[in-house]
């Protein structure tokens, strides 16, 4: 004789987990990370009985295990900026030796940042060690129940809600905007085409980000919001210590 078991209510993960069934949830993937974020939101939740004061805890224990690698990257750019002033004078006469010879240009320009040791894509690094964890927070918290009806604090009285008065959007966005200024005065361009590629993905990636995160949980954009912040804070510690 065949039984089963049959659940009606919310997919909470805890109340879940008792009859086996917490695979239901979509934590996001990859799923252990999703997992490890959720477990740590619960544990500060049960600390402060305030989801979002949670997820400021959250986004400060995250930013502390990727100090490190970010600490490196925000002194790579800085050494960056340093090497740039340097051979700026260079770069500028490559310009005018080869101003009809954009393949040559690059390739002249290439060399002066091999000879100097200057990684173009250096300053991108903060960006790419956060998106995996980025990407399975989004999962866990569009997909969390637990945030549903969660108080914060002020006019943000459901974290699995977006922001009503967009406040949180437009506060991402410019933070963003200035992540993204303290980065791009790093990252070295070869020509006009490439510094008006970074001039437009300066503006136009928190701009589109903004209008896109007007429909996004207001729980998320509290954690990418200070996410931006303590990375900024950061980077001024970095760029404040003398050498």
């Not at 917490?22 to 939101?41: C, K, S």
């Not at 690698?69 to 500028?92: A, G, L, Y």
């Amino acid at each position: 004789m065949s039984s089963f078991v049959s659940y009606i209510g919310p997919q909470e993960y805890k109340r879940l987990k008792k009859f086996d069934m917490e695979r239901v949830v979509d934590l996001g993937w990859p799923r252990f990370l999703g997992l490890w974020m959720f477990y740590a939101m619960d544990f500060f939740h049960k600390l402060t009985k305030n989801y979002g004061v949670a997820i400021l805890l959250l986004t400060l224990l995250v930013r502390l295990i990727l100090w490190v690698p970010s600490q490196h990257s925000f002194k790579q750019m800085k050494d960056t900026q340093k090497k740039m002033t340097i051979i700026k004078p260079r770069i500028e006469t490559l310009k005018k030796v080869y101003k009809d010879d954009a393949q040559k240009l690059n390739e002249e320009t290439m060399k002066l940042y091999q000879e100097y040791k200057i990684n173009p894509l250096g300053g991108c690094l903060p960006m790419l060690i956060q998106m995996p964890i980025f990407i399975a927070l989004y999962q866990m918290l569009i997909n969390m129940v637990e945030l549903k009806g969660a108080y914060f604090a002020l006019w943000l009285k459901d974290l699995s809600k977006p922001d009503p008065f967009f406040v949180l959007p437009i506060f991402m966005g410019v933070s963003m905007f200035f992540q993204q200024k303290m980065t791009s005065t790093a990252t070295p361009v070869t020509d006009e085409t490439a510094a008006m590629q970074q001039k437009i993905m300066l503006w136009g990636m928190p701009i589109f980000l903004t209008f896109l995160s007007f429909s996004w949980p207001s729980g998320l954009l509290l954690y990418w919001s200070m996410s931006n912040v303590l990375g900024i804070a950061q980077q001024l510690m970095v760029n404040s210590k003398k050498d």
